[in-house]
């Protein structure tokens, strides 16, 4: 992609307002090194805080394990660099009908609580013209996951960055989570799930279709 400024792409630029992760406007002024230091010297803190003994040798390296699992794992998918790259292929095959990438993993982070998300989230779409590389259905999903995060701006996040890599409104995307926020600790709930949806285009108009998306993934 064309970039003449030479300057980062910002964070979800390509996204409506609403649906962008809210970030500051130098988030990506330090390079991943330099805040992986900085995290790490918060994280020391906060253990200090508590009470432990940075001495020991079990805890000493845990605030950088900590920085190193945030920046390059945890919350990767905050950085523009890591979005990934959506290829598409000719539908010399004219394949026009339903296909669905179902059971994708899904890791990501409550970012009221910072603790896990986990789940499964399952996308579909309606080839046109051209098809994509199945991959690159797991590849988006994990991209907006590895951030703080809602489940419902998630969900939207995905189908619109599909919407727009896809070149087509004919998309769905459900997910299904548990919220160890709300497993762990207040509530203390953990039989609980949360489910959330979003269809776009045909998907939105035609219940045969969104009968037939959510019977081949079991629901
Ligand atoms: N809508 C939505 N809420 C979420 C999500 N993840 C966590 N939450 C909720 O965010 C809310 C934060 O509410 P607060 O009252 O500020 O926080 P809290 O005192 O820790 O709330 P409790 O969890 O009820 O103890 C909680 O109700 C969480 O269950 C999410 O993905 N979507
Ligand atoms: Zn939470």
Known sequence: MDNPSGLAPATDAHLPTGLRTPLRDDAFDQDDEAKITAISGHFEAIMRELGLDLTDDSLAGTPRRVAKMYVQEWFKGLDPKNRPEVRMFHNRYNYHQLLVERDITLFSCCEHHFVPIIGKAHVAYLPGA???????LNRVVQYYARRPQV???????????????????????????????????????????????????????????????????GK
Do not use: P, W
């Open 151 to 217: 489940q419902e701006r998630l969900t939207r996040q995905i189908a619109e960055e599909l919407k727009q890599s896809l070149g087509t409104d004919d998309v769905a995307v459900l997910i299904e989570a548990d919220h160890l926020c709300v497993m762990s600790r207040g509530v203390n709930d953990t039989s609980s799930s949360t489910l959330t949806s979003e269809y776009g285009g045909r998907f939105a108009t035609d219940e045969a279709l969104r009968r037939e998306f959510l019977r081949q993934i």
């Open 130 to 136: 051209n098809v994509v590389g199945l991959s690159k």
